[in-house]
């Protein structure tokens, strides 16, 4: 992490609507004669808007292998939110079906797709492969719309899996 | 091309660490402890760029506050079995990282 800092702390800097965690601290904390103890301290990028949870948490890769969570479970069986359960990329293809979850113009999706693209670039750019896109759907209780209003919140995890391909060695450490 | 860097993020600070070395404080557990802060004026400034305040991090991060969700902190999801907790107020994740990792 110390060795990509500078670039990521430029990358922040330069993108600063960025949807890579954010990192606010990295320590390193020795009690007696114990073994260092090394923390970091980031951002929660799922955060609880006014308290409240999200009512859909994806963890998306991109992939379809091994990307499915509710696998077992019926259509019939997915009417409630599965709130803090984290589901993956195979689950949103079927919920998208089943719930309508948002519609996005091109105003809007134009400006997020073009931010991702960015922040993939770099994190390729940085070597680091395991990573993915966390999505938070929450349906806004305010009755006035018919179709469901979602608000989205859109984070990369990047950092949350720092899983970098070392020099000269094809493994993941 | 020529790099541009502000002013609280120098290069050198990239590598800095800060020790602090001190009893703590009301615990008075009576063990040396140890404290090293990796690049601190550059998380300093990124802690700025967020509107973070170094007071926002203790105040969500007060162990009194968070016995519960040290105790059910996930032994790591990810790949790297890492232990991570989110504090009470889910501001922010704390996640152990290797000497790998750090550096």
């Known amino acids: ?173 | 091309m020529t790099r541009k860097r502000t002013i609280g993020a120098r290069e050198d600070d990239f590598v800095a660490v800060e020790y602090s070395k001190e009893e703590f404080g009301t615990l008075n557990l009576n063990r040396k402890v140890m404290v090293k802060t990796y690049a601190p004026k550059t998380f300093q400034r990124v802690r700025q760029m967020c509107g973070i305040e170094d007071i926002d991090i203790l105040q969500s991060l007060d162990p009194s506050k968070n016995v519960r969700p040290i105790q059910n902190a996930g032994l790591g999801a990810g790949a790297s079995g890492s232990f991570f907790f989110f504090s009470f107020d889910k501001k922010f994740i704390l996640k152990t990282m290797t000497e790998t990792e750090i550096n």
């Not at chain 1, 990329?89 to 089943?98: A, G, H, N």
Request: hydrophobic letters at 40%; proline letters at 4%; charged letters at 30%.
């Open chain 1, 1 to 173: 992490m110390l060795r990509m800092l500078p670039e990521y702390y430029d990358y922040m800097e330069q993108e600063p609507d960025s949807f890579i965690a954010k990192m606010f601290g990295m320590f390193s904390v020795k009690i007696d004669k114990f073994e260092s103890l090394h923390v970091m301290i980031m951002q929660n990028t799922m955060p609880h808007i006014d308290g409240a949870e999200m009512h859909y948490v994806f963890d998306m890769k991109g992939s379809s292998i091994n990307r499915e969570v509710l696998k077992k479970k019926k259509n019939s069986e997915l009417k409630r939110p599965t709130g803090g359960r984290v589901l993956k990329d195979l689950d949103y293809v079927r919920l998208k079906e089943l719930k309508n979850f948002f519609n996005l113009d091109e105003d809007m999706s134009e400006p997020i797709l073009s931010q991702l693209c960015k922040d993939s670039s770099f994190l390729m750019s940085q070597q680091f492969m395991d990573y993915s896109l966390l999505l938070g759907i929450r349906k806004i209780e305010d009755g006035s719309a018919p179709d469901e209003s979602t608000k989205m919140n859109l984070a990369n995890f990047a950092i949350n899996e720092p899983s970098i391909v070392s020099e000269g060695n094809a493994g993941v450490q």
